[in-house]
């Protein structure tokens, strides 16, 4: 098993991938490609410093993002099988996110399932032999991920407000969007009308917007309110 980490998710978005190649005939099973793009976010203390009247003050808090991607390719009747048990700890996603030391969370899995559901049930996937998708997670964690030199790459960056952002967005909650919130509803960040069946992300105040759209928005602004209320989300 991975090493256990005090972590809280930022963030964990899949999609399918529609991509064909020549030797993916060759497979003698159904397989499921998940190209992982693991983003690890480790707050660093920062450093004292004296200010000119000899007080001692902080430096801006830094972090180093470590980021790591690899693709891992499952047998899809399995994990299929696994899904329909709910058997969590032991399936190849489960296993997947193990060997990339990605803090697992629930949530985190559900993502995965749910897109790999989403895929299964399209018409235009059916009669392929491989079925790809893409995967990207951002953790924070207390400590750096102790990988072998050379998997991964790192960069120090300011870390002001990633504890922030990760609180904002777990507040967020998914809701399916049903023919009374299509009629006159968009999303106020990037003025588009929502899709009915949809899935959206809502705040505790009770605002909803595109997913990719809020969780941009609270990337980006400095104070992680609401766009239409302003309510302080962290």
Same mark, same amino acid.
């Given at each position: 098993?991975?090493?256990?980490?005090?972590?809280?998710?930022?963030?964990?978005?899949?999609?399918?991938?529609?991509?064909?190649?020549?030797?993916?005939?060759?497979?003698?099973?159904?397989?499921?490609?998940?190209?992982?793009?693991?983003?690890?976010?480790?707050?660093?203390?920062?450093?004292?410093?004296?200010?000119?009247?000899?007080?001692?003050?902080?430096?801006?808090?830094?972090?180093?993002?470590?980021?790591?991607?690899?693709?891992?390719?499952?047998?899809?009747?399995?994990?299929?099988?696994?899904?329909?048990?709910?058997?969590?700890?032991?399936?190849?996603?489960?296993?997947?996110?193990?060997?990339?030391?990605?803090?697992?969370?629930?949530?985190?899995?559900?993502?995965?399932?749910?897109? @790999?559901?989403?895929?299964?049930? !399209? /018409?235009?996937?059916?009669?392929?032999?491989? #079925? *790809?998708?893409? $995967?990207?997670? &951002? %953790?924070?964690?207390?400590?750096?991920?102790?990988?072998?030199?050379?998997?991964?790459?790192?960069?120090? @960056?300011?870390?002001?407000?990633? !504890? /922030?952002?990760?609180?904002?967005?777990?507040? #967020? *909650?998914?809701? $399916?969007?049903? &023919? %009374?919130?299509?009629?006159?509803?968009?999303?106020?960040?990037?003025?588009?009308?929502?899709?009915?069946?949809?899935?959206?992300?809502?705040?505790?105040?009770?605002?909803?917007?595109?997913?990719?759209?809020?969780?941009?928005?609270?990337?980006?602004?400095?104070?992680?309110?609401?766009?239409?209320?302003?309510?302080?989300?962290?």
């Amino acid at each position: 098993m991975s090493r256990t980490y005090s972590s809280c998710l930022a963030s964990c978005k899949a999609w399918d991938v529609d991509l064909q190649r020549p030797d993916d005939d060759f497979w003698p099973c159904k397989i499921l490609e998940i190209n992982v793009k693991a983003t690890f976010i480790a707050s660093r203390k920062p450093p004292q410093q004296e200010d000119d009247d000899g007080e001692e003050g902080k430096k801006s808090a830094m972090a180093r993002k470590t980021v790591r991607e690899e693709c891992h390719k499952v047998p899809l009747e399995q994990l299929l099988n696994d899904i329909v048990t709910e058997d969590w700890n032991d399936t190849s996603i489960w296993d997947v996110l193990d060997s990339m030391q990605i803090p697992i969370h629930r949530s985190t899995v559900d993502e995965i399932v749910r897109c @790999v559901l989403r895929m299964v049930a !399209r /018409e235009c996937y059916k009669d392929r032999n491989v #079925l *790809r998708m893409r $995967v990207e997670i &951002e %953790a924070l964690v207390d400590e750096e991920p102790d990988f072998v030199e050379g998997d991964v790459y790192s960069i120090d @960056v300011e870390a002001d407000d990633f !504890r /922030e952002t990760a609180e904002a967005i777990t507040k #967020l *909650r998914n809701v $399916v969007v049903e &023919e %009374a919130v299509v009629e006159n509803s968009l999303c106020s960040i990037c003025l588009v009308e929502f899709l009915e069946g949809s899935e959206i992300s809502g705040t505790p105040c009770s605002h909803v917007f595109h997913d990719r759209c809020i969780r941009a928005w609270l990337k980006k602004c400095s104070k992680k309110f609401c766009p239409n209320c302003v309510t302080i989300l962290a």
